[in-house]
């Protein structure tokens, strides 16, 4: 029934030509099973526990502990298992040097992978995370792809980068590159949505609708960033402020709704101005000048003082006017034209018309604006009615002057002219009385003529 040959041995069963057993000494190779019967290999220790058992018919290998109590198990599904019963279970792979490249550690909690002078490169473990690169010169990436290969998210260490991308292998998001975040962009919306413990959004940053939204804790929108690059804060029972520090940390604006006020702070902290909250406008006081200055639409420097129109200065306690008269509105005749510089005197019904009678005592100024000056002050002033002219009262304003009594010389004094709308020399003092208007500050010799005049009633 046996049959032994120099470094070879073959078991057959009784009845059978085929053995079911093989020692290849030449090989190094042992074969068990065939023939109807299913191989099996155990190797028990000293004491005859069983330590390791290989079923052919089950498909599996496994390893016991000195109890006889299962440790470890290959198969039968493919799968390893490792540990239990008091061993923990370890997988340790070595390169061809005997270098530990590969540890997995059941007790530790890890996956570690070294390089081949042993320093660690990456780490699963122990407290969930994932490290990758560093040791052996390496740089960590990760690479995430989708079942068509696509790459859709990389991770890049060297590069301090997180780029997502689409289907179509575009990037449409990135993280890096300076510390900016990107999202958006061939074909996608970028958004980024911030939600509280309890699932309710707070924040949501909206690209296709370029706005900024904030909500409270019930999800009631308080603030918008967007809509036309309005800024719009509170409501909903939070109140809306904006508060404004330096790069010293000191509060130097706020803006507050519930007082409707806003308040503006020195470097000490101390209120230099303030709108609010009885629609008054504070500014100066702890060494700060409180001024206001107002420019024209055409001023193309507001930090030139001397280019305001209107300079409020709060130290000097003066307003400075850049034009020239004060004027007052008068209603005038609707049929006659009252252009700037035009002599106006009352008429029958107490509305104005130009002069037309020389040394006319009914003579009340000039309609101001003509010229160089306007008037810096108009007062009773009534946008909604008609037939309304501003007539100079004091100051420097233009007139339309004539020869009718002579060249006008620097310092003369201005009367009515028979010529409507006109003044002329005042040359008869008795005439005149009642009816001066102004004093020349420029000459005039012949014919009409617009010059300057200090206006000056009498």
């Known amino acids: 029934m046996a049959q032994s040959v120099e470094q070879f041995l073959t078991v057959t069963p009784a009845g059978s030509e085929t053995p079911n057993i093989t020692l290849d000494g030449d090989a190094a190779d042992i074969s068990a099973g065939g023939n109807g019967q299913a191989g099996t290999l155990s190797l028990a220790d000293a004491s005859g526990t069983t330590r390791i058992e290989l079923e052919s018919a089950s498909h599996r290998l496994r390893l016991s502990n000195a109890d006889g109590l299962e440790v470890g198990l290959l198969g039968p599904n493919a799968d390893l298992t490792l540990g239990g019963n008091d061993s923990a279970g370890d997988v340790v792979l070595k390169d061809r040097e005997g270098q530990v490249r590969a540890t997995l550690s059941a007790n530790l909690n890890m996956l570690r992978l070294q390089a081949a002078d042993g320093s660690t490169v990456a780490e699963l473990g122990p407290n969930g995370n994932l490290t990758l690169g560093g040791g052996g010169g390496f740089d960590g990436d990760l690479y995430l792809k989708d079942p068509a290969g696509i790459t859709r998210f990389e991770f890049n260490a060297n590069g301090q980068s997180l780029r997502i991308r689409n289907a179509g292998n575009?990037?449409?998001?990135?993280?890096?590159?300076?510390?900016?975040?990107?999202?958006?962009?061939?074909?996608?919306?970028?958004?980024?949505?911030?939600?509280?413990?309890?699932?309710?959004?707070?924040?949501?940053?909206?690209?296709?609708?370029?706005?900024?939204?904030?909500?409270?804790?019930?999800?009631?929108?308080?603030?918008?960033?967007?809509?036309?690059?309005?800024?719009?804060?509170?409501?909903?029972?939070?109140?809306?402020?904006?508060?404004?520090?330096?790069?010293?940390?000191?509060?130097?604006?706020?803006?507050?709704?519930?007082?409707?006020?806003?308040?503006?702070?020195?470097?000490?902290?101390?209120?230099?101005?303030?709108?609010?909250?009885?629609?008054?406008?504070?500014?100066?006081?702890?060494?700060?000048?409180?001024?206001?200055?107002?420019?024209?639409?055409?001023?193309?420097?507001?930090?030139?003082?001397?280019?305001?129109?209107?300079?409020?200065?709060?130290?000097?306690?003066?307003?400075?006017?850049?034009?020239?008269?004060?004027?007052?509105?008068?209603?005038?005749?609707?049929?006659?034209?009252?252009?700037?510089?035009?002599?106006?005197?009352?008429?029958?019904?107490?509305?104005?018309?130009?002069?037309?009678?020389?040394?006319?005592?009914?003579?009340?100024?000039?309609?101001?604006?003509?010229?160089?000056?306007?008037p810096g002050i108009v007062l009773d002033k009534q946008p909604g009615r008609k037939h309304r002219r501003p007539i100079a009262l004091v100051g420097k304003a233009y007139v339309k002057v004539t020869d009718e009594a002579g060249p006008i010389r620097i310092g003369d004094l201005l009367t009515p002219s028979s010529l409507e709308g006109h003044a002329m020399r005042a040359t008869d003092p008795m005439r005149a009385f009642g009816a001066v208007i102004g004093k020349a500050i420029a000459p005039h010799e012949a014919g009409a003529g617009l010059i300057p005049m200090v206006i000056a009633l009498q």
Not at 171 to 181: D, K, R
């Open 170 to 374: 575009q990037q449409v998001g990135s993280l890096g590159e300076n510390a900016n975040l990107r999202l958006g962009g061939n074909g996608s919306d970028g958004d980024v949505v911030l939600s509280d413990a309890n699932g309710t959004t707070r924040l949501e940053l909206d690209a296709d609708n370029q706005w900024l939204r904030i909500r409270n804790s019930r999800g009631s929108e308080v603030g918008r960033l967007g809509d036309n690059a309005n800024l719009t804060l509170g409501g909903n029972g939070s109140d809306g402020d904006v508060d404004l520090y330096d790069s010293n940390g000191r509060r130097r604006i706020l803006l507050n709704a519930d007082g409707q006020s806003l308040s503006l702070y020195d470097a000490e902290g101390r209120q230099v101005g303030s709108l609010g909250p009885d629609s008054n406008l504070r500014l100066g006081g702890h060494g700060s000048d409180g001024d206001v200055l107002l420019y024209a639409s055409g001023a193309n420097d507001i930090f030139d003082t001397g280019a305001a129109t209107i300079h409020l200065d709060g130290n000097a306690g003066d307003i400075t006017l850049r034009n020239a008269d004060c004027a007052e509105e008068f209603e005038v005749l609707p049929t006659v034209c009252a252009e700037p510089g035009t002599v106006m005197a009352l008429g029958p019904d107490g509305r104005l018309r130009p002069s037309c009678r020389a040394h006319e005592t009914g003579v009340v100024g000039v309609v101001s604006g003509a010229g160089a000056y306007q």
